[in-house]
């Protein structure tokens, strides 16, 4: 077992007794998870992905507990981001998969105690089933990164030295939070600028979302992963669409487009992910099975040998608190997939596939975030896997109608939280690692943070719904792709919808093709990677969206030749102004869900399409000198 006394991002030591959970951190923690989990909520119903909020949260625990209180220790600031980044990683698992409920006609609204359970267990069992594997996949194996972990162990080391970095990210959030109050309260500028021109039988597609957000996603996943998101957009919309024809001469060119994307093209997508979910899988199995061995040394007190006590730093969990979690958490899904169904056989079946699935793509997610990042994670592919696997169980079982859907929905929205969960902490626990935390106590941070933001998804989402409507398909329809994906999905086996399987089996065979692609840049030591799911998220994506996520990542390659930029945490300004940036649109995207829901008309006039490229542009410039001007000083 290696030791920590050796490793050069020690900021705490073994031995050094440092202040670490706190009342203030505990306080601050939970509320900024409530906030993170709303934020990356409307984001990822919007966009289809969501970002860490570890960096943010961590520049902001760091200038208020040392900037304002005049105190606060990293490992202090480490929990806090900590409890943040839970609420985070439960908001992809929640909209993911929830809404989908609606969408098939399953729920007519979000119900409060099944929407907090699917959440709160899926969120628990992310964590249970990620502690064994910490000393396996996040110490033990130096080719597994987890870059976000290390940017924020960045983050927190070089926030000792000061919290001003604080400003950039509050001059993001002013920014996203009026632009957005602009086009979405006033709609003095639109919110998305798009159109079709129809040539012969073909129908061609352009438009981008006025979106900082997405700007700002693009500019935190750089030009690689952008690039391969809007390569899906371009496969779908402007290869796919035009080829399948189907426009008439007396019919609108822009709804003959959306109609093909909505009812052929995304399922492309589909096929892409389901390959692109096996392949992980199969991947990884090495790491899987590392961290299964790994099982018998699960604990804090002793080391492997029985023999000496651990240091502080290498404390997990106990066998008895995993199994205090556990449990109560098998249990309670059952309960609640027994009342989701009303099928007491139903419900066993599914929570025996749960639990098998859970742990295996936690195990999974665990090791590809340690490669490629969260926010490459191929979580979709993962839950495409987990929902196909649940409606073979059932349709074996010859299971059939509305309890098959809801328990199929339900084990995808347990296991995507999970999944999700397990991801980030991972990568907490790669942060704690680098800056001497106590691992046991970042678990049971999880454990709180979860706790604390679990409640607020449903009234989050009923909110959204009410306001902007999720999956509807109006002008400021929140688009939630994934959910209606896996709606179509459940819908296609067990109700009235027929799936495309010529599309899905297109889409498996790009991806395929993607991987093969992939493994030949591979051994020509390529920097450049053809990884299979931004690919297929793009193909899925509206071509609106993914254009704002490519222009992001230009802005980071472009702006940021005039410094580090591949240096990461504070060395990178725009990574942290664009965080403003998504979190001031999402936010204010919620606050302006009140009075849209209380029927009070804010807008002074509709926006120009120019006017509105125009002033989008001129932001985005703008974001470019600031990062340019910032590297430079730097």
Same mark, same amino acid.
């Given at each position: 077992m290696k030791t920590r006394s050796a490793d050069p991002y020690s900021c705490a030591s073994p031995e050094k007794s440092v202040k670490e959970v706190t009342l203030?951190?505990? #306080?601050?923690?939970?509320?900024?998870?409530?906030?993170?989990?709303?934020?990356?909520?409307?984001?990822?119903? *919007?966009?289809?992905?969501?970002?860490?909020?570890?960096?943010?949260?961590?520049?902001?625990?760091?200038?208020?507990?040392?900037?304002?209180?005049?105190?606060?220790?990293?490992?202090?600031?480490?929990?806090?981001?900590?409890?943040?980044?839970?609420?985070?990683?439960?908001?992809?698992?929640?909209?993911? $998969?929830?809404?989908?409920?609606?969408?098939?006609?399953?729920?007519?609204?979000? *119900?409060?105690?099944?929407?907090?359970?699917?959440?709160?267990?899926?969120?628990?069992?992310?964590?249970?089933?990620?502690v064994p594997l910490r000393r396996a996949l996040v110490v033990e194996r130096p080719e597994l990164i987890y870059p976000e972990g290390v940017a924020c162990a960045e983050v927190l080391k070089a926030g000792q030295k000061g919290g001003k970095d604080i400003l950039l990210i509050l001059a993001g959030l002013g920014m996203g939070a009026l632009f957005k109050f602009f086009v979405t309260g006033l709609h003095v500028m639109k919110s998305v600028v798009e159109g079709a021109v129809g040539i012969g039988r073909s129908a061609f597609y352009f438009g981008s979302d006025m979106s900082l957000a997405l700007v700002a996603v693009g500019y935190i996943v750089r030009l690689p992963i952008a690039s391969l998101i809007f390569l899906g957009g371009v496969?779908?919309?402007?290869? $796919?669409?035009?080829?399948?024809?189907?426009?008439?001469?007396?019919?609108?060119?822009?709804?003959?487009?959306?109609?093909?994307?909505?009812?052929?093209?995304?399922?492309?997508?589909?096929?892409?992910?389901?390959?692109?979910?096996?392949h992980s899988i199969w991947h990884v199995r090495g790491g899987i099975l590392s961290g299964v061995t790994a099982l018998h040394r699960v604990g804090g007190s002793a080391s492997a040998n029985g023999t000496a006590a651990r240091p502080r730093t290498d404390r997990d969990m106990s066998l008895a608190s995993l199994m205090l979690v556990f449990l109560p958490s098998v249990f309670g899904t059952f309960f609640l997939y027994d009342y989701l169904t009303g099928n007491f056989g139903v419900a066993v079946a599914a929570t025996v596939v749960m639990v098998i699935a859970a742990f295996l793509f936690v195990a999974v997610a665990t090791y590809i975030v340690g490669l490629v990042g969260s926010s490459n994670s191929p979580v979709s592919g993962m839950t495409i896997c987990a929902l196909l696997l649940t409606a073979g169980v059932l349709l074996a079982l010859g299971i059939r109608g509305d309890s098959a859907i809801a328990a199929t929905l339900g084990v995808a929205g347990v296991v995507c939280c999970a999944v999700c969960t397990a991801g980030d902490v991972s990568q907490d626990l790669k942060t704690g690692w680098l800056v001497g935390a106590t691992p046991v106590r970042?678990?049971?941070?999880?454990?709180?943070?979860?706790?604390?933001?679990?409640?607020?998804?449903?009234? #989050?989402? $009923?909110?959204?719904?009410?306001?902007?409507?999720?999956?509807?398909?109006?002008?400021?329809?929140?688009?939630?792709?994934?959910?209606?994906?896996?709606?179509?999905?459940?819908?296609?086996?067990?109700?009235?919808?027929?799936?495309?399987?010529?599309?899905?089996?297109?889409?498996?065979?790009?991806?395929?093709?993607?991987?093969?692609?992939?493994?030949?840049?591979?051994?020509?030591?390529?920097?450049?990677?053809?990884?299979?799911?931004?690919?297929?998220?793009?193909?899925?994506?509206?071509?609106?969206?993914?254009?704002?996520?490519?222009?992001?990542?230009?802005?980071?390659? #472009?702006?940021?030749?005039?410094?580090?930029?591949?240096?990461?945490?504070?060395?990178?300004?725009?990574?942290?102004?664009?965080?403003?940036?998504?979190?001031?649109?999402s936010l204010m995207g919620i606050l302006l869900a009140i009075p849209i829901v209380l029927d009070i008309d804010l807008t002074v006039s509709e926006g120009h399409g120019l006017v509105s490229v125009g002033v989008f542009g001129a932001i985005i410039l703008g974001y470019g000198v600031l990062v340019r001007r910032a590297a430079k000083r730097g």
């Open positions: 203030i951190a505990l #306080v601050l923690g939970g509320l900024l998870s409530i906030l993170m989990a709303a934020a990356n909520t409307y984001l990822g119903l *919007k966009a289809g992905m969501t970002v860490s909020a570890s960096i943010p949260a961590a520049v902001i625990s760091t200038a208020i507990l040392r900037g304002i209180f005049r105190r606060g220790t990293i490992l202090e600031n480490n929990i806090v981001q900590t409890m943040a980044s839970a609420g985070e990683s439960l908001a992809a698992g929640a909209i993911f $998969t929830i809404p989908a409920l609606l969408l098939v006609g399953a729920w007519q609204e979000f *119900k409060f105690w099944p929407t907090t359970l699917i959440v709160l267990l899926g969120g628990l069992l992310g964590i249970v089933f990620m496969i779908g919309w402007v290869i $796919t669409i035009p080829m399948l024809g189907g426009w008439e001469s007396d019919a609108v060119p822009l709804e003959t487009v959306w109609s093909l994307w909505s009812s052929h093209v995304r399922f492309i997508g589909v096929g892409a992910m389901l390959v692109g979910g096996l970042q678990q049971w941070a999880e454990v709180l943070g979860v706790l604390v933001s679990c409640c607020f998804f449903a009234p #989050v989402l $009923t909110l959204l719904h009410n306001a902007y409507g999720i999956g509807t398909g109006g002008p400021d329809s929140l688009a939630a792709p994934q959910a209606g994906l896996f709606a179509s999905l459940v819908d296609g086996f067990f109700g009235a919808g027929t799936l495309p399987w010529n599309m899905i089996a297109l889409g498996a065979g790009i991806g395929v093709l993607l991987i093969l692609l992939d493994r030949l840049l591979e051994r020509s030591g390529s920097a450049f990677r053809a990884h299979v799911m931004p690919v297929a998220v793009g193909i899925y994506l509206p071509l609106s969206l993914a254009t704002p996520i490519f222009l992001g990542g230009l802005l980071h390659q #472009v702006f940021r030749r005039a410094g580090s930029g591949n240096s990461p945490g504070l060395q990178d300004p725009g990574l942290l102004f664009g965080s403003g940036l998504i979190a001031g649109e």
